[in-house]
Nanobody, 119 residues
Framework: QVQVAESGGGLVQPGGSLRLSCEAS???????MAWYRQAPGKERELVAV???????NYAESVKGRFTISRDDAKNTVVLQMNNLKPEDTGVYYC??????????????WGQGTQVTVSS
């Protein structure tokens, strides 16, 4: 079994910071870990992705403010969010793209953690 768990969301004022963390447990060879977010009534969008190869991509709206980092040995990914804006508000989801031994490619999602940026 593979499980994905996020934590670190909360309420913060504009300009503040939050640190989201995600851990993937179970037997899996992870290809990439990523953060997505979804605001009410909006489509889920990619925020940042960190491939196991080391390649990193960010959404244009968060470049220079967010940083994604990985600990491959522990199957964890962290999203450091600085200078938060109200438009960053939403439910943030951790996504794991990997290979399951004896099964093949798989994609897993966490339950999500709420981030609210408001004064």
């Amino acid at each position: 079994q593979v499980q994905v768990a996020e934590s670190g969301g909360g309420l913060v004022q504009p300009g503040g910071s939050l640190r989201l963390s995600c851990e993937a447990s179970g037997t899996i060879n992870i290809v990439a870990m990523a953060w997505y977010r979804q605001a009410p009534g909006k489509e889920r969008e990619l925020v940042a992705v960190h491939a196991t190869t080391g390649l990193i991509n960010y959404a244009e709206s968060v470049k220079g403010r967010f940083t994604i980092s990985r600990d491959d040995a522990k199957n964890t990914v962290v999203l450091q969010m600085n200078n938060l804006k109200p438009e960053d508000t939403g439910v943030y989801y951790c996504n794991v793209d990997g290979l399951l031994p004896g099964k093949g490619h798989a994609d897993y999602w966490g339950q999500g953690t709420q981030v609210t940026v408001s004064s």
